[in-house]
């Protein structure tokens, strides 16, 4: 007999590209304040998972996904620029109305000594290069059925004007993405 057993669970992974220059553009005024961030539109934001989750609105910012309870869901944010210029970092995952569906979410790293990292000495960056990266998730396990309104926050970060090796805080905004568990 050969049967192949899972877990029950699922690891979902949800990227989320942010044009910080929309942002700023119609928003730069931001909430200096982590627990009172800015509300934005739904126009600079682009949320993918994998296309056997997504219920509706893939690259959008209005991306519903879907979950079962036990599922493990992280977040992974980046700018257009993945952050070499503007840079963003989700601080906070809220829960604002419907079914509560997830657990508290936390952060968590996975350090690879040889990551792949183009050759700069290389026309077209082959072959590879390996450096130490260090990735890093914002998790949380799925707990229970249900649709969840929630809201994203991020900070998000320029280059000093005085040291452009250093990125400094611009400020802090959110959106309200949804979640369908079934």
């Known amino acids: 007999m050969d049967t192949q057993l899972s877990a029950s669970n699922e690891q979902i992974d949800v990227l989320v590209v942010i044009d910080t220059d929309y942002v700023m553009k119609h928003y730069p005024n931001p909430s200096q304040d982590p627990n009172n961030p800015t509300g934005i539109d739904h126009n600079s934001q682009h949320m993918i998972v994998s ?66 990292v183009p050759n700069y000495d290389s026309p077209n960056g082959l072959p590879a290069n390996t450096a130490n990266i260090t990735f890093s998730s914002f998790d949380s396990r799925v707990r229970s059925t249900g649709t969840e309104n929630f809201y994203v926050q991020f900070a998000l970060y320029t280059i000093d004007p005085n040291n452009s090796d250093r990125q400094i805080l611009y400020g802090y905004y959110y959106w309200d993405p949804t979640i369908t568990v079934k």
């Not at 209005?62 to 952050?83: C, E, H, M, P, W």
């Not at 070499?84 to 979410?105: P, R, T």
């Open 51 to 116: 296309n056997s989750n997504a219920i509706s609105g893939q690259g959008s910012a209005d991306l519903n996904f879907s979950a079962k309870a036990g599922d493990n869901v992280s977040f992974r944010s980046t700018s257009i620029y993945q952050n070499s210029d503007d840079a963003v970092i989700i601080y906070n995952i809220k829960y604002w109305s419907g079914d509560q569906v997830f657990n508290n979410f936390v952060y968590n790293a996975v350090i690879r000594k040889q990551a792949v």
